[in-house]
């Protein structure tokens, strides 16, 4: 054994699983994958990539598990690479499959805890590249609570069409375009062909690169890492950083639990308002608190909300894409702007084993003659743009995104639907007029099951220029790529028999920005004789959605799979 490998050899885990006489079986499997004597004192780090073919967000990432491979190797570690499952929301989008997107978190989570636990590794780098595999790597991270780094695979890169970026958003808000007779068919196919050149997640503020800022805000993956493109040299230079700050962390015993306290999700949740992020984020940035047993809640977005400006002009409701951020300085100088105006803490530790202060020390500010970061005294917003309303149609809250939006307040008849396709037909009938509310429900956690997201119906409404003047409501959940007048995580849930399900065609719906309302001009009492009158549809009661629908919690609660395990901390 080499003289490093030696000196990590206090590391091993306790439990000594290879040692001893009575171990022959276990090294005997492990030889024929390579190891020899002097690898069974070797730490044991689990490498796991949500690699799959059909999404650019993951199509790459096996070749960064396979250089994460190499390099742990020249830092006296032994890797064990594993592959956990994924699903592009962008592919499913639409589709019966975006059901099983938010349910592949925890099946993700799950994945990565059990193979971890299951072959007693002492370290774990996960790589990810999509909207539930990095929340899911995180939660697994918190569960398994060993040195653990996240790896993002980084952002796509625009494409370009007519001199112009384009991404994904832009090849759904073309279909309403089509439909309101803005565009040919041939133009749409254009900018489908362009919209997405290469490997990595999509590239606006979108709930991918929301969560990279956030997992890096939280101190879970290196400082800078958030930002680099998925085809840079920078981020191959990510991959091999983590596999040598991932032994320092092993070294020093730094484990999640030391670093996911409930000031770096307070931060977090502060980096993701000033940029403008996604909806997503409240349920993630909820189920990775609970996995790490510390007290977060909506009532914490709204707190923050209100101190914290939207200074970032980025997509959806912007102009530029993440990769244009990284350009003038990236995520961790908006940290830096944030840190020094006193908007976030500095004495919390991170994984790169040094405090969050100390990480900020050496970041380079933002570029002076930048234009996507507005300074504080002419920010976009002066509060955050994404805020948490209450009302007796939401009475556990409702998330809203109003980034762009100019009206405060929208009071309109409902349009009710009982799932996304028929309101999708009713706005490409033109049935769908200025003034209304469309409400979609049976499309939260349980009812979906699943809880898809409906960036198609958002982006026809914006594309038929209805963005602002029709309100758009759902206890299912938006893209990261959605925006305008839409409200969404409406809580209890329709199948639970929240007040969404009891809405009916043109009651009066009410939302206000500046009071945080959202209601319906139902009474109490007409409520409740409707509650009598209703018969709830039964719970999907098959295959992995079937257990999903029996044991999630609500929207309010994270959408998480184990709420009956409420044990918090308060860190």
Same mark, same amino acid.
């Given at each position: ?31 024929? #994958? ?20 059909? #999404?650019?967000?993951?199509? /790459? ?12 190797? &020249? ?38 805890? &059990? ?63 089509? *439909? ?8 749409? /196919? ?6 997405? =050149? ?24 290196? =400082?800078?890492?958030? *930002? ?46 000033? +940029? ?68 976030? /803490? ?17 970041? #380079? ?52 639907? *009982? ?11 033109? @049935? ?8 979609? @429900? ?31 409501? &759902?206890?299912? @959940? ?40 959202? #209601? ?12 009598? &009158?209703?018969?709830?549809? =039964? +719970? ?24 009956? *395990? ?6």
């Amino acid at each position: 054994m080499d003289k490093q490998s030696e000196d990590l050899k206090q590391y091993r885990r306790k439990s000594k699983v290879y040692d001893g006489m009575v171990r022959s079986p276990n090294r005997s499997l492990m030889r024929a #994958t390579g190891m020899q004597d002097a690898d069974f004192d070797r730490p044991l780090v689990g490498v796991v990539t949500t690699w799959a073919e059909n #999404t650019p967000c993951n199509m /790459h990432l096996r070749d960064f598990g396979d250089l994460l491979e190499k390099e742990l190797k &020249t830092h006296g570690t032994w890797p064990v690479q594993f592959g956990a499952p994924t699903v592009s929301d962008g592919v499913a989008m639409g589709t019966p499959g975006m059901r099983y997107s938010l349910p592949s978190r925890d099946v993700i989570a799950d994945t990565m805890e &059990t193979e971890m636990g299951g072959h007693n590794c002492d370290a774990f780098l996960a790589v990810g590249g999509c909207d539930k595999n990095m929340p899911g790597s995180l939660i697994a991270m918190a569960n398994a609570d060993i040195p653990a780094i996240f790896v993002y695979g980084g952002t796509i890169s625009p494409g370009r069409l007519d001199d112009r970026d384009i991404n994904l958003v832009s090849v759904f808000e073309a279909v309403g375009h089509w *439909n309101h007779g803005d565009m040919s068919k041939e133009e749409v /196919h254009d900018i489908e062909v362009n919209a997405c =050149p290469g490997p990595g997640g999509c590239g606006g503020m979108y709930t991918a690169n929301t969560m990279a800022s956030a997992i890096e805000c939280l101190g879970m993956s290196l =400082p800078g890492s958030a *930002n680099h493109p998925a085809n840079s040299p920078e981020k191959v230079a990510d991959v091999k950083r983590a596999a040598k700050a991932v032994v320092n962390l092993l070294k020093r015993d730094i484990k999640p639990s030391d670093i996911l306290c409930r000031e770096a999700f307070l931060d977090a949740i502060t980096l993701v308002q000033a +940029l403008g992020g996604s909806t997503n984020s409240t349920l993630h940035l909820l189920a990775i608190a609970h996995a790490a047993k510390v007290k977060l809640t909506l009532d914490d977005f709204n707190t923050i909300q209100k101190r914290v400006p939207h200074l970032a002009d980025l997509k959806p409701s912007g102009h530029y894409l993440f990769e244009d951020l990284y350009h003038v300085g990236g995520v961790q100088a908006v940290m830096k702007l944030l840190y020094d105006h006193g908007l976030m /803490h500095g004495d919390r530790m991170t994984c790169t084993g040094k405090t969050f202060a100390e990480n900020m020390a050496e970041v #380079t500010p933002l570029k002076a003659d930048q234009k996507i970061i507005m300074p504080f005294d002419h920010p976009k917003r002066a509060d955050g743009p994404l805020m948490i309303l209450h009302g007796n149609l939401a009475p556990e809250g409702a998330v809203a995104k109003v980034s762009g939006v100019k009206a405060r307040r929208h009071t309109g008849p409902a349009k009710v639907f *009982n799932n996304e396709q028929d309101a999708v037909d009713a706005v490409l009938a033109d @049935r769908v007029v200025p003034g209304d509310v469309v409400v979609v @429900r049976y499309v939260g956690p349980k009812g979906g099951p699943g809880m898809p997201e409906m960036l198609a119906l958002s982006s026809m409404l914006v594309g038929k220029g209805q963005g602002e003047s029709v309100a758009l409501l &759902t206890d299912g @959940r938006f893209s990261g790529g959605s925006y305008g007048f839409v409200v969404g995580h409406i809580a209890p849930e329709a199948q639970d028999g929240g007040p969404i399900a009891y809405l009916q065609d043109g009651d009066m719906v009410t939302i206000d920005q500046d009071t945080r309302e959202i #209601t319906m001009a139902v009474s109490d009492e007409e409520l409740a004789r409707r509650k009598a &009158t209703t018969q709830l549809p =039964p +719970l999907y009661s098959r295959g992995v959605l079937g257990k999903y629908a029996h044991i999630v919690s609500s929207a309010s609660k994270g959408v998480v799979t184990d709420f009956y *395990n409420t044990e918090e901390t308060g860190k």
